[in-house]
């Protein structure tokens, strides 16, 4: 069994900052990709960034120059810096990784639980 657990949302001001956390744990062989979504209410779920395992990282337009995608490795852990914050950023941030659990298995994806960003004007 795969967990992705993440940790860092919460309540910040329009021009503050959060650090997003995202561990997996159980059994992994390899991390692939890993990318973290957003899902606001009444709209639906968009990738924020995503980042490969050797660190291409990609962001959808109206993050870039304020969010930053990192990970560490051997810590199977990635990051999301975010600096700059507007109130539109306020939604549920989810965490997503491609995962093999043995050489021989398949890579699944996985999702963390979700965590509340919000940003008040």
């Known amino acids: 069994q795969v967990q992705l657990l993440e940790s860092g949302g919460g309540l910040v001001q329009a021009g503050g900052s959060l650090r997003l956390s995202c561990a997996a744990s159980g059994r992994i062989w390899n991390v692939y990709a890993m990318g973290w979504y957003r899902q606001a209410p009444g709209k639906q779920r968009e990738l924020v960034a995503s980042?490969?395992?050797?660190?291409?990282?990609n962001y959808t337009d109206s993050v870039k120059g304020r969010f930053t995608i990192s990970r560490d490795n051997a810590k199977n852990t990635v990051y999301l810096q975010m600096i700059s914050l507007k109130p539109e950023d306020t939604a549920v941030y989810y965490c997503?990784?491609?995962?093999?659990?043995?050489?021989?298995?398949?890579?699944?994806?996985?999702w963390g639980q979700g965590t509340q960003v919000t940003v008040s004007s």
């Open positions: 997503n990784a491609g995962i093999k659990s043995g050489s021989w298995s398949p890579t699944y994806d996985y």
């Open positions: 980042i490969t395992r050797g660190r291409r990282t």
